[in-house]
């Protein structure tokens, strides 16, 4: 299974990560142990109200476009079970395809903001979110300090990797780039834990987080930045969910020694 590695803080820790995104924290001479990321424990925020109508609608949308109004059709038991499993699987297939298209426009604003020459994605979507992106780099100042920057807080125990530590407009800012089709409340809570962990780990005090938010669907740019007051609050949530998942770990195993007792 292939691994990225890294050393931090000054080579004192080493992470690594798999190819499942699952990390892994060597602190001097004591042995690796998992450790886990920010994306993991944002997991632990039910965002159910969004995705169970998304992932339901995306279905009838599959069904809406094989069934013709007026035409019947006759089905084998074995073709209908393979229209069953299409439509119930369509929201893993557009989230695939999201994915590819997200990949390709990180890695765009990435190179870009590195000052490399790069030629616009021949992606039509990634295109759009590329040409977005242009138009607010023209209007900004940009300074990078950190691009895709692995990040571990051995004070409260998780890793992630942030998209951008940079000066914007000659403020200190700490960003994600998002290319779903929206902005969601969880990425005040990611921004938060990156934060703690930069600042603990580099010594620097970031003066403001922000997305970077590029729209595939209509080529619309948003970079949105998030009230510096509110910042203990985002990380107080986030540690909240974070303990969540410690209980997580545990929890179905204590269940069964109940039941054994």
Aim: charged share 25%; with cysteine; aromatic share 12%.
């Amino acid at each position: 299974m292939a691994k990225e590695r890294w050393e931090l803080y000054e080579g004192s820790v080493a992470l690594t990560r798999n190819d499942q995104h699952r990390y892994w924290c060597k602190v001097g001479d004591e042995r690796a142990l998992p450790i886990p990321n920010v994306t993991t424990i944002l997991g632990q925020k039910d965002k159910s109200s969004g995705l169970v109508p998304w992932a339901a609608g995306l279905a009838a949308d599959w069904w809406r476009r094989v069934l013709v109004p007026g035409v019947a059709i006759k089905l084998t038991e074995a073709e209908l079970d393979s229209y069953i499993n299409a439509s119930k699987w369509a929201h893993r297939r557009n989230k695939d395809t999201a994915a590819a298209v997200g990949s390709i426009v990180h890695d765009y604003a990435q190179r870009r903001l590195v000052g490399d020459e790069v030629d616009y994605p021949s992606n039509p979507k990634a295109l759009l979110a590329a040409e977005g992106f242009e138009r607010w780099l023209a209007k900004h100042s940009i300074k990078p300090l950190h691009i895709e920057r692995p990040l571990v807080s051995l004070r409260n125990w998780y890793a992630g990797t942030v998209d951008f530590i940079g000066e914007i407009d000659g403020v200190l800012t700490l960003a994600d780039f998002k290319t779903s089709k929206n902005i969601y409340d969880e990425v005040m809570l990611q921004t938060a834990g990156y934060q703690a962990a930069a600042e603990e780990e580099l010594g620097i005090e970031i003066e403001q987080r922000a997305v970077i938010h590029f729209d595939k669907e209509t080529g619309s740019f948003t970079y949105a930045v998030f009230e510096k007051d509110r910042f203990e609050i985002d990380f107080g949530c986030f540690m909240a969910l974070h303990q969540v998942w410690n209980w997580n770990k545990t929890a179905y195993a204590r269940v069964q020694e109940a039941r054994a007792a």
